[in-house]
Nanobody, 125 residues
Framework: EVQLVESGGGLVQAGGSLRLSCAFS????????IGWFRQAPGKEREGVTC????????YYADAVKGRFTVTSDSAKNTVFLQMNSLKPEDTAVYYC??????????????????WGQGTQVTVSS
């Protein structure tokens, strides 16, 4: 059974940076795509980015292109999300989710097979 554990959230001022981590266990890391999703209060969970671990192909939502970078470390079974130039509208609980491909995960949160517990990111203006 796949297990995911996020870490690295916190409070940061607008324009600042944070790095989130998603530690993977319970199956073969390279067989999975890992997506980052976020959910703000009163809003639906939305996809932010995705990386396919076996070929490092990536996808980014328009709202974060040029500011967020997703990377994958197979030696550590961990996916990282580097978030730069943060804006107040980036405030949300961030979740990582595992699935079979970024093609599927791009379709939305319902395509995720396993979720982490989430980590809060708050960006003050």
């Amino acid at each position: 059974e796949v297990q995911l554990v996020e870490s690295g959230g916190g409070l940061v001022q607008a324009g600042g940076s944070l790095r989130l981590s998603c530690a993977f266990s319970g199956s073969t890391f390279d067989d999975y795509a890992i997506g980052w999703f976020r959910q703000a209060p009163g809003k639906e969970r939305e996809g932010v980015t995705c990386i396919m671990n076996n070929d490092r192909s990536t996808y980014y939502a328009d709202a974060v292109k040029g500011r967020f970078t997703v990377t994958s470390d197979s030696a550590k079974n961990t996916v990282f999300l580097q978030m730069n130039s943060l804006k107040p509208e980036d405030t949300a609980v961030y979740y990582c989710g595992a699935g079979s491909s970024c093609f599927r995960l791009r379709l939305g949160a319902r395509q995720v097979d396993s979720w982490g517990q989430g980590t809060q990111v708050t960006v003050s203006s």
